[in-house]
């Protein structure tokens, strides 16, 4: 097994991960000729989606949501994704990721690799949207 991140971490970043980044890694994790059993073909459905608000961190449900989902088995370890959207091949992709970086195959470092320029890439967002917000900030004074 990848010692780089944990399964619920990788899992999360691969949905987040661009298709083509996602389905070129997966072809290449193909090209050695393992066996890929697909356990559950991508299937389209609706999840409930259910956020946190940020003040009293009291949790709500925003509505439900398109998402697609796959398990596969590669090299008699299994793989699983869930994305928004309906994007068949990605989220066959990235359950195929999974289970690379689940056996510790030659690529999971790969594997490890995207998901850390996916967290990069969300944390520079973050920073540009912050840095967008930070003008209109407003800063009380506390009255003594």
């Known amino acids: 097994?990848?010692?780089?991140?944990?399964r619920e971490q990788?899992?999360?970043l691969l949905a987040e991960a661009e298709p083509d980044e996602l389905i070129q890694l997966a072809d290449a994790c193909l090209g050695d000729g393992a066996r890929?059993?697909?356990l559950v073909s991508p299937e389209v459905g609706?999840?409930?989606a259910q956020v946190r608000?940020?003040?009293?961190?009291?949790?709500?449900?925003l509505g439900d949501v398109l998402a697609c989902?796959?398990?596969v088995e590669l090299a008699e370890q299994r793989g699983w994704a869930v994305r928004?959207?309906?994007d068949r091949a990605a989220v066959l992709a990235a359950a195929v990721l999974d289970a690379e970086a689940q056996a510790g195959r030659d690529r999971a470092a790969d594997v490890d690799d995207l998901c850390r320029a996916v967290a990069e890439r969300g944390h520079r967002q973050a920073e540009r949207e912050w840095a967008e917000l930070a003008p209109t900030i407003v800063e009380f004074e506390e009255l003594t």
Request: with cysteine; proline share 3%.
């Open 46 to 48: 609706c999840i409930t």
């Open 10 to 12: 990788r899992c999360a």
């Open 1 to 6: 097994m990848s010692e780089g991140m944990g």
């Open 84 to 86: 928004l959207g309906d």
């Open 36 to 38: 890929l059993r697909v």
């Open 53 to 61: 608000e940020p003040v009293a961190a009291e949790r709500f449900l």
């Open 69 to 71: 989902r796959a398990e």
